[in-house]
């Protein structure tokens, strides 16, 4: 049995994964604040897994409120190595129809949320390498995985990451349109960043759920969102749960060694303080 986990994250409408076994609810203290909820462990396809609702359970939270680095930090320090990410988004393309999936390997930051998208400062300086920030063996995996289960899944995308929590302006969305991007969404660029800087290997599949307002006739509602969330859960779940025994057991992927070269500071000037808090992320290199 593998000691490493595989962590699910669920975006808007997936608050819980099924077919878990020996489930057991998880409350952990983080030094970046409480992460967005109780996780979930527990066995799944035959490997240990972690499940935690992105937004909390009963939808609590919003985009700009969410807490990346609790997050990630606690599915660090479970043991996470690797993440499948589920996400709603909004399609920017004709190509990119509500329902469809899209694998993506790029990301847009139009956030203003970069000191909450890492876990350095405080004396410890990193930039790591983030030229692909998708991982391209696991992006691999979920791409397949969709289009055996019968998704219309498409290769490859650019996410657009916006703060919200209002949908875009019609200006902003035809700009994003017209530009080449493909979806987007308020909550993966700060995943992205902080699973690549704890080591974990991270990939998102994007559940498109309308055409933002960039199309004349069809401007993003809630109420749309929510009807063809519905339909998206379920192959959600059959893709996540085909995904799990197709991760190698033990993580040596590129991802998994992202901090190799990226820490600049000297370590003798490491700040003990920091070093205590970022523990589990830098465990290998102390």
Request: aromatic letters at 8%.
């Amino acid at each position: 049995m593998s000691k490493h986990r595989i962590g699910i994250i669920g975006g808007t409408g997936l608050y819980n994964i099924e077919g878990l076994i020996h489930q057991k609810w998880l409350r952990l203290k983080t030094p970046f604040g409480p992460p967005s909820d109780d996780f979930l462990v527990g066995r799944l396809a035959g490997r240990d897994v972690a499940f935690l609702a992105r937004h909390g359970r009963g939808h609590r939270i919003l985009p700009g409120e969410l807490n990346h680095r609790a997050n990630i930090w606690a599915m660090k320090k479970l043991g996470v190595q690797w993440i499948v990410s589920i996400s709603a988004v909004g399609s920017l393309q004709n190509k990119y129809k509500p329902c469809d999936v899209v694998v993506v390997d790029q990301f847009l930051d139009r956030t203003k949320q970069s000191l909450n998208h890492t876990f350095f400062g405080r004396g410890i300086v990193a930039h790591i390498s983030f030229a692909q920030p998708i991982c391209e063996e696991l992006r691999q995996i979920i791409l397949k995985t969709a289009r055996a289960e019968g998704a219309a899944a498409h290769d490859g995308g650019t996410y657009v990451c916006m703060e919200g929590p209002a949908f875009s302006t019609r200006a902003e969305s035809l700009a994003n349109q017209r530009a080449g991007f493909d979806v987007i969404g308020m909550t993966n660029l700060g995943e992205a960043k902080c699973a690549r800087e704890a080591e974990i290997a991270y990939a998102t599949l994007a559940m498109a759920t309308d055409y933002d307002c960039w199309k004349d006739d069809e401007h993003v509602t809630l109420e749309m969102i929510i009807a063809n969330l519905h339909r998206n859960a379920d192959l959600a779940k059959r893709v996540v749960a085909r995904v799990i025994p197709q991760i190698p057991v033990e993580p040596n992927w590129p991802c998994h060694s992202a901090l190799k070269n990226a820490v600049m500071t000297d370590k003798k000037y490491w700040p003990k303080k920091t070093v205590a808090a970022l523990k589990p992320i830098l465990t290998k290199y102390l």
